[in-house]
């Protein structure tokens, strides 16, 4: 079994800031790319950012400048510091991991259970 597990979602002011948290666990045999998605109503879901284990950080155009993307690859855990939020940022904000399980020979995609950030104006 794997988990991955959000935490730190909420409701937030405009200009205001929110640290999102999530930890994998389970039969673990590695982890690869690890990262954000987000998908509000009525849109397809979408990267926020992602982290290599050696550390390569993708963004979002929407994102730069205002949100950061920290992994430890020793605990398989990754947030995102929420910076300058506003209104379209509201969202079900989504982990991704690709690992590879204990009895696996090649990794796979592993989703978290979601958390929502709503952000008014």
């Known amino acids: 079994q794997v988990q991955l597990v959000e935490s730190g979602g909420g409701l937030v002011q405009a200009g205001g800031s929110l640290r999102l948290s999530c930890a994998a666990s389970?039969?673990?045999?590695?982890?690869?790319?690890m990262g954000w998605y987000r998908q509000a109503p009525g849109k397809q879901r979408e990267l926020v950012a992602s982290?290599?284990?050696?550390?390569?950080?993708t963004y979002a155009d929407s994102v730069k400048g205002r949100f950061t993307i920290s992994r430890d690859s020793a605990k398989n855990t990754v947030d995102l510091q929420m910076s300058s939020l506003n209104p379209e940022d509201t969202a079900v904000y989504y982990c991704?991991?690709?690992?590879?399980?204990?009895?696996?020979?090649?990794?796979?995609?592993?989703w978290g259970q979601g958390t929502q950030v709503t952000v008014s104006s």
């Open positions: 991704k991991a690709e690992l590879r399980r204990l009895n696996s020979r090649v990794p796979s995609d592993y």
């Open positions: 389970g039969s673990i045999f590695s982890i690869g790319p």
């Open positions: 982290a290599t284990r050696d550390g390569r950080t």
